[in-house]
């Protein structure tokens, strides 16, 4: 009894990890033809080094990152808002990382490989669609464009689609499935500069009302001389804007001129974004909760699942905790009424029953009350203008319960933790 994954990524990835962990055998489809370090910053928070842990690479990625210290939030003045400890620095056992996003990718493939064996690991496969024969399904045949030109018919008992934002799978079960686009926008890229604050703070600045810029360290001495590599990303809202393009490099005029005069003295942001050589421009997604994930013997992890906007730093977190779950429900119900398809097929639909609600009112609470809000509460009560002190506005302990609420939502809260 085999599980078949299509695509590769985060959530593939950890979900291949727990299956081996629980003896289950299963075997990995993905698209690109070479798995290469892609991206930029992915920020780890502590439920998902909590499950990596589990699986055992976090020692692995600990060293390839940067331990976050606090987070701090700023309004558009560069004016001092809000700051907490984060990760093990605030009582967690798992700490919260910042780092490369192609280095996380990496280690978990590496991994996958090493314990699976490549053989069950199926480079340049782009899933195109599917076919099941019943229902209950005992059989899947998977469409398969290869990296060579050819095409290829899978067969498959159990499907677990980890296509991503775009999944072709998703695609064929909701035709008029698209991504929900609300005006936002956002600039990606990575600079080398000398730490900022701690040298391990995760900072926001702004909101995208206003232009907003969340900055974090991902490498440290990145060049033998103490600087560091500084992720950022800037993102800015405006009703009639068109999409950023996914696939295009992102233009510094397209996004400047909001940031020209965000010079501090603890930080010149233009001449931080300036200082990168590449920029990417991403249309900042996602999609409307679904009622259903699991359909007969096929269902959905991940991004492709629910896919939410980068505002929590939960969309990876998410991903590796559906993973761990759906592993979980199989080894339930495999020892509980066999490891056959019809015995996997409940465990795709317990899976469900337990994720689609919580991962649900993460989307919803990203685009409604993230932890940006905070910012956006110090704007409300200063009208849009510089501040005396924060304190005269709204006390440090209003501005943690924002920060508190989210972390419930998202199921990151200290009392929900393992300890
Ligand atoms: C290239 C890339 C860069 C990213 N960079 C960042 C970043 O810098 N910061 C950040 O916070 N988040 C980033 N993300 C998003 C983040 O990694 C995901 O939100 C999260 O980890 C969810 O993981 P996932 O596995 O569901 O989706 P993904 O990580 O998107 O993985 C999906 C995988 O499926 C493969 N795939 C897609 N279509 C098919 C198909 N039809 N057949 C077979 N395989 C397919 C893809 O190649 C990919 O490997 C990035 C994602 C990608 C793919």
């Given at each position: 009894?085999?599980?078949?994954?299509?695509?590769?990524?985060?959530?593939?990835?950890?979900?291949?990890?727990?299956?081996?962990?629980?003896?289950?055998?299963?075997?990995?489809?993905?698209?690109?033809?070479?798995?290469?370090?892609?991206?930029?910053?992915?920020?780890?928070?502590?439920?998902?080094?909590?499950?990596?842990?589990?699986?055992?690479?976090?020692?692995?990625?600990?060293?390839?990152?940067?331990?976050?210290?606090?987070?701090?939030?700023?309004?558009?003045?560069?004016?001092?808002?809000?700051?907490?400890?984060?990760?093990?620095?605030?009582?967690?056992?798992?700490?919260?990382?910042?780092?490369?996003?192609?280095?996380?990718?990496?280690?978990?493939?590496?991994?996958?490989?090493?314990?699976?064996?490549?053989?069950?690991?199926?480079?340049?496969?782009?899933?195109?669609?599917f076919k099941?024969?019943?229902?209950?399904?005992?059989?899947v045949e998977l469409f398969?464009?290869?990296?060579?030109?050819?095409?290829?018919v899978?067969p498959?008992?159990?499907?677990?689609?980890?296509?991503?934002?775009?999944?072709?799978?998703?695609?064929?079960?909701?035709?008029?499935?698209?991504?929900?686009?609300?005006?936002?926008?956002?600039?990606?890229?990575?600079?080398?500069?000398?730490?900022?604050?701690?040298?391990?703070?995760?900072?926001?600045?702004?909101?995208?009302?206003?232009?907003?810029?969340?900055?974090?360290?991902?490498?440290?001495?990145?060049?033998?001389?103490?600087?560091?590599?500084?992720?950022?990303?800037?993102?800015?809202?405006?009703?009639?804007?068109?999409?950023?393009?996914?696939?295009?490099?992102?233009?510094?005029?397209?996004?400047?001129?909001?940031?020209?005069?965000?010079?501090?003295?603890?930080?010149?942001?233009?001449?931080?974004?300036?200082?990168?050589?590449?920029?990417?421009?991403?249309?900042?997604?996602?999609?409307?909760?679904?009622?259903?994930?699991?359909?007969?013997?096929?269902?959905?992890?991940?991004?492709?699942?629910?896919?939410?906007?980068?505002?929590?730093?939960?969309?990876?977190?998410?991903?590796?905790?559906?993973?761990?779950?759906?592993?979980?429900?199989?080894?339930?119900?495999?020892?509980?009424?066999?490891?056959?398809?019809?015995?996997?097929?409940?465990?795709?639909?317990?899976?469900?029953?337990?994720?689609?609600?919580?991962?649900?009112?993460?989307?919803?609470?990203?685009?409604?009350?993230?932890?940006?809000?905070?910012?956006?509460?110090?704007?409300?009560?200063?009208?849009?203008?510089?501040?005396?002190?924060?304190?005269?506005?709204?006390?440090?302990?209003?501005?943690?319960?924002?920060?508190?609420?989210?972390?419930?939502?998202?199921?990151?809260?200290?009392?929900?933790?393992?300890?």
């Open positions: 009894m085999k599980i078949t994954i299509v695509g590769g990524g985060i959530a593939g990835l950890s979900f291949a990890l727990n299956l081996h962990a629980r003896g289950i055998d299963c075997e990995v489809y993905e698209s690109v033809p070479e798995v290469k370090e892609i991206g930029v910053g992915i920020t780890i928070l502590p439920h998902a080094s909590a499950e990596l842990s589990k699986l055992g690479v976090l020692e692995k990625l600990e060293p390839l990152g940067i331990e976050n210290l606090e987070s701090v939030f700023f309004n558009r003045y560069g004016q001092f808002v809000y700051k907490e400890l984060r990760g093990r620095h605030s009582g967690y056992k798992t700490p919260e990382l910042g780092m490369h996003r192609g280095r996380l990718h990496r280690v978990l493939y590496d991994a996958v490989l090493q314990r699976l064996g490549a053989a069950k690991v199926h480079t340049g496969y782009r899933c195109t669609g099941q024969t019943a229902e209950p399904a005992t059989g398969m464009d290869l990296a060579d030109g050819s095409q290829r899978v498959a008992s159990v499907v677990v689609a980890c296509d991503g934002v775009n999944s072709a799978i998703r695609k064929q079960l909701y035709p008029d499935d698209q991504v929900a686009f609300a005006g936002i926008n956002t600039w990606r890229g990575v600079s080398i500069h000398k730490p900022i604050l701690s040298g391990k703070s995760y900072i926001r600045i702004g909101s995208i009302e206003t232009g907003k810029m969340v900055i974090y360290p991902i490498i440290d001495n990145v060049d033998g001389k103490g600087n560091q590599l500084i992720n950022w990303v800037a993102e800015i809202q405006e009703d009639q804007a068109a999409m950023n393009d996914w696939n295009k490099p992102g233009r510094l005029e397209d996004f400047l001129p909001t940031f020209e005069d965000w010079r501090y003295d603890w930080l010149d942001v233009p001449a931080l974004i300036q200082a990168s050589d590449h920029i990417l421009e991403y249309p900042m997604v996602d999609k409307d909760p679904l009622k259903q994930w699991t359909f007969g013997a096929i269902t959905l992890m991940g991004d492709a699942a629910h896919p939410m906007y980068p505002r929590g730093s939960n969309g990876s977190a998410q991903a590796i905790i559906d993973a761990r779950t759906l592993a979980d429900c199989i080894q339930n119900s495999f020892a509980s009424d066999g490891a056959n398809p019809t015995s996997a097929t409940h465990a795709l639909k317990d899976y469900e029953s337990k994720r689609l609600e919580p991962t649900a009112k993460v989307v919803k609470t990203n685009r409604t009350l993230p932890p940006d809000a905070i910012i956006m509460k110090a704007d409300e009560l200063s009208k849009g203008q510089p501040f005396r002190s924060i304190d005269d506005l709204i006390s440090q302990d209003e501005l943690r319960q924002i920060s508190e609420n989210y972390k419930q939502i998202a199921g990151f809260a200290l009392s929900a933790t393992p300890t």
